[in-house]
């Protein structure tokens, strides 16, 4: 058994922990995908083209990659929680500014700090969440993220609502970021600090005991592996965050609310297929839930950008998020599952996991002003296949539940 949560031993206190671990996931996917849903209005305020959006996008990666690679030893100095409050406060701030940036260099500028904020925040909250799983003793990830997304499902749908009746994206960001500050900041007070990593005897109970990695971690074959692939995931859920509603509107000539709606109906299947995620894994095994993943993610985009209907491509949105959906939570889980430096994989996976999240959106962008944005999103389809060939590296080292 792992160290206690929130210093309190006992069932009660995991409970606890688990449901605030659950809300605090689901606040850093309500705040992406509020910003992510209004992005067409942001847009027309700033009169830019995808190449000028798309070159903004991008200090959204280099505000996450710079501050990532030093996150694992920020949370082991000062405690996942602090390292979250912190962050809460900082993007809750943030992102309503990003409604009234008066041109695209200081759109930038502010998305670097929503960058940095949120992918330290990401990191803080799965390491702290790997504790509350590993203390429970049963697989809890998946729980998590399926929070995030119903996060993400409740942000696009307020988004679509706003969008609807043509509220202002600065009133509509404030009142959101209020709200979720308050639930966000009275949650992580019952977190664990996830500063500890497990003992290494710990993964030696009853199973097969293997040597974890000695090296960098960024060297293992095996993380590196798990890496790539929750990168090629994270591309493809990324594009669909920042690019989805656009084509809706631009290639299918959707209206704001519907170009909202078809972002939400992918939260939505991502939100279905996390909460569907344990009990797939349980009954096919991990490795070919995430290879079936990938083969309907694929097929998803084939029918969202092989056939020019907007109804159609609802269907293809959702076979697109039902694709991808657990392939950063079981990533997380078995990265956790490393010998002796759980928590520090988690963070070395969920850094190059990040790498696609933020880097491969704004590529889009760019290739889209060259050969249209309904062109570009072809490449989706070749993540999968990256996706589907690196599934065996979730496999459990020690040889069970692989």
């Known amino acids: 058994m792992g160290p206690s949560v929130a210093g309190t031993p006992g069932e009660l206190d995991v409970r606890r922990a688990a449901w605030a671990t659950r809300l605090v996931f689901a606040a850093n996917g309500g705040l992406f995908a509020t910003w992510a849903s209004r992005l067409p209005a942001v847009r027309d305020d700033l009169g830019a083209d995808e190449r000028g959006l798309g070159f903004a996008l991008l200090f959204l990666a280099v505000g996450s990659l710079v501050a990532m690679p030093f996150s694992g030893r920020l949370v082991s100095a000062v405690g996942a929680r602090a390292v979250m409050v912190v962050c809460i406060v900082v993007c809750c701030l943030a992102y309503p500014a990003l409604a009234v940036v008066p041109n695209l260099v200081a759109l930038g500028a502010v998305l670097f700090v929503v960058g940095a904020g949120t992918g330290v925040w990401d990191v803080a909250m799965n390491v702290s969440g790997h504790v509350v799983e ?8 998946p ?31 404030t009142a959101v970021c209020a709200v979720t500050a308050v639930f966000a900041l009275l949650s992580v007070r019952v977190m664990p600090e996830g500063t500890e990593e497990p003992d290494p005897v710990d993964y030696a109970e009853g199973e097969h005991h293997v040597p974890g990695p000695t090296g960098p971690l960024i060297l293992d074959p095996r993380l590196l592996g798990l890496g790539v692939m929750t990168f090629c995931a994270a591309w493809a859920e990324g594009s669909a965050n920042d690019w989805l509603a656009l084509m809706m509107a631009d290639d299918r000539g959707a209206s704001g609310a519907l170009a909202a709606a078809g972002f939400a109906t992918f939260a939505t299947a991502m939100t279905l297929g996390r909460l569907a995620g344990t009990a797939v894994v349980t009954r096919v095994g991990r490795v070919r839930t995430l290879r079936a993943g990938a083969v309907v993610a694929a097929a998803g985009m084939v029918l969202l950008l092989g056939v020019p209907v907007l109804a159609v491509g609802y269907l293809g949105a959702l076979l697109w998020g039902l694709g991808i959906s657990v392939a950063f939570p079981l990533a997380m889980t078995a990265a956790g599952e490393t010998p002796g430096r759980g928590a520090s994989a988690i963070a070395t996976v969920a850094t190059i996991a990040y790498a696609g999240f933020l880097v491969g959106p704004p590529l889009i962008g760019s290739l889209a002003h060259s050969v249209g944005l309904d062109h570009a999103l072809w490449v989706v389809v070749l993540l999968g296949g990256g996706m589907f060939a690196l599934a065996g590296t979730a496999r459990d080292p020690r040889g069970v539940r692989g």
């Open 143 to 173: 729980g998590f993220h399926a929070a995030w997304s119903i996060g993400t499902v409740v942000g696009a749908g307020l988004g679509a609502l706003a969008a609807k009746v043509d509220l202002d994206p600065a009133i509509h960001f």
């Open 134 to 141: 590993r203390e429970a003793g049963r697989d809890l990830m």
